[in-house]
């Protein structure tokens, strides 16, 4: 799924939102859930595709989001899809970007061009859903951060995201 720019001129970057798996979602049927997710950033918006009758889906499905700067906060609601009624919600995270963006600009002050290298570790926080320290990294071209996401608001549930930054310039 692409989600389009705006002002493509004007685009410094790439946010690849890679929403991998969910692991213990709750029950939203009668023994299962038909789980999909909604992630959204700013004012844009993308979905994954229904898993039916899953309670550890795994949908490996990556959304590109054209953006200026890895800044804000990206959402994430599961809904379990009804076909006569309307969704269910079955729970919802978030993360702040900001250690995205402190990564970029430590990629630049560092000249990182090729290899793999840890920038930064970002522990759980009011900030973010963390289960776990994830840690930002930088690998062929891209800031890469993998994160083991709670959802609130549920019973259980968790999502398995990585978030990939890539700057027009990172070349």
């Avoid at 859930?33 to 499905?61: G, Q």
């Amino acid at each position: 799924m692409e989600e389009g720019a705006q002002g493509r001129g004007a685009r410094l970057g790439v946010l690849k939102v890679v929403v991998a798996s969910g692991t213990n979602l709750a029950i939203r049927d009668f023994t299962s859930s038909d789980p999909y997710v909604v992630v959204r950033l700013a004012d844009k918006h993308a979905k994954t595709k229904v898993i039916n009758s899953c309670l550890n889906p795994v949908w490996n499905e990556e959304m590109v989001f054209s953006i200026k700067e890895p800044v804000g906060i990206i959402k994430f609601e599961v809904f379990d899809r009804d076909r006569f009624k309307s969704d269910d919600k079955m729970g919802h995270a978030f993360l702040d970007l900001q250690p995205v963006a402190g990564a970029a600009k430590l990629r630049r002050a560092l000249k990182l061009t090729v290899g793999e290298t840890k920038l930064r570790k970002v522990a759980p926080s009011a900030d973010n859903c963390l289960l776990s320290d994830s840690f930002v990294t930088y690998a062929d071209g891209e800031i890469v951060l993998d994160s083991r996401l709670r959802l609130r608001d549920v019973e259980s549930g968790e999502l398995f995201v990585i978030i990939k930054w890539t700057e027009a310039d990172a070349k």
